[in-house]
């Protein structure tokens, strides 16, 4: 991927844990320093100079891991007084709840409302899975897949054709991947290791064997696939159990590192 003319895109990882511990950072990915993919992670990840960058916050769905860092950036705008409006932009089931759960003047203030409805620190924006929208020049498609709460994967393509996939957090699904056709990069959940399959497939999750007959359903297998959201506790063993799938194109997020797509 590249917005400007032949530049590759840079994705940083400010977090890939599919829990919170020493070192392991909530889901969080930077996108050419002004587009968040996910929001689990970002004062913890970023300095203040990089988090003013920010301008768009692309979300999943609204479990907590994904949504944490929000109020707390919209905190940080607010007392360094910064006249910038972060667009938060996701399914209209996440925005309620992140309105009504979080953002409801009782768990954290309504940023939505502050300092002003015409100038907030927080705008939301909601999309419909399955219609294209922009993003910064990018094309976006958002794609519902299974989960325990409604949550969608996107799939971001920049104006030279390269194509992001970002699954967010799913278990078996089938839209997405009948929709990810020459797939550049791939950002893929495995929360669960193999012997805990069932346990995944409740929860609206994937182990390395489930990802593997995913990846079958695929037309097309993506060039390039990332592993996010392992739970820390199983993190050394769904590290063994991706290796032994045998695919030369797959590799676990680093936390902290940038990558170009």
């Given at each position: 991927?590249?917005?400007?003319?032949?530049?590759?895109?840079?994705?940083?990882?400010?977090?890939?844990?599919?829990?919170?511990?020493?070192?392991?950072?909530?889901?969080?990915?930077?996108?050419?320093?002004?587009?968040?993919?996910?929001?689990?992670?970002?004062?913890?990840?970023?300095?203040?100079?990089?988090?003013?960058?920010?301008?768009?916050?692309?979300?999943?769905?609204a479990h907590l891991d994904h949504i944490r860092g929000i109020p707390f950036l919209a905190d940080n705008l607010?007392?360094?007084?910064?006249?910038?409006?972060?667009?938060?932009?996701?399914?209209?089931?996440?925005?309620?709840?992140?309105?009504?759960?979080?953002?409801?003047?009782?768990?954290?203030?309504?940023?939505?409302?502050?300092?002003?409805?015409?100038?907030?620190?927080?705008?939301?924006?909601h999309i419909v899975p399955g219609r294209p929208f922009a993003i910064k020049g990018y094309s976006i498609v958002?794609?519902?897949?299974?989960?325990?709460?409604?949550?969608?994967?996107?799939?971001?393509?920049?104006?030279?054709?390269?194509?992001?996939?970002?699954?967010?957090?799913?278990?078996?699904?089938?839209?997405?991947?009948?929709?990810?056709?020459?797939?550049?990069?791939?950002?893929?959940?495995?929360?669960?290791?193999?012997?805990?399959?069932?346990?995944?497939?409740?929860?609206?999750?994937?182990?390395?064997?489930?990802?593997?007959?995913?990846?079958?359903?695929?037309?097309?297998?993506?060039?390039?696939?990332?592993?996010?959201?392992?739970?820390?506790?199983?993190?050394?063993?769904?590290?063994?159990?991706?290796?032994?799938?045998?695919?030369?194109?797959?590799?676990?997020?680093?936390?902290?590192?940038?990558?170009?797509?």
């Amino acid at each position: 991927m590249g917005r400007n003319g032949d530049h590759p895109v840079k994705l940083k990882v400010l977090g890939s844990s599919g829990a919170e511990a020493v070192g392991h950072n909530l889901p969080a990915f930077l996108v050419d320093s002004g587009l968040l993919l996910d929001a689990g992670t970002i004062g913890l990840a970023l300095n203040e100079s990089e988090q003013w960058k920010i301008r768009d916050i692309l979300i999943t769905h609204a479990h907590l891991d994904h949504i944490r860092g929000i109020p707390f950036l919209a905190d940080n705008l607010l007392m360094r007084n910064k006249r910038q409006t972060i667009t938060v932009t996701s399914t209209a089931q996440a925005l309620r709840a992140l309105q009504k759960n979080l953002l409801n003047n009782v768990i954290w203030p309504d940023f939505t409302r502050i300092p002003d409805t015409k100038n907030p620190v927080i705008r939301f924006r909601h999309i419909v899975p399955g219609r294209p929208f922009a993003i910064k020049g990018y094309s976006i498609v958002a794609y519902k897949v299974a989960h325990s709460v409604p949550a969608v994967g996107y799939i971001i393509e920049d104006a030279r054709g390269k194509r992001l996939l970002y699954s967010g957090d799913t278990g078996p699904t089938d839209l997405l991947w009948k929709a990810a056709k020459e797939i550049d990069c791939a950002i893929i959940e495995i929360s669960f290791p193999n012997t805990m399959e069932e346990r995944a497939i409740m929860t609206g999750h994937l182990t390395p064997r489930l990802l593997k007959k995913e990846i079958r359903k695929m037309e097309h297998p993506p060039r390039k696939i990332l592993i996010t959201h392992p739970k820390p506790q199983y993190l050394e063993k769904i590290k063994k159990e991706v290796e032994a799938l045998h695919m030369a194109n797959i590799a676990m997020l680093e936390e902290g590192k940038i990558y170009e797509i």
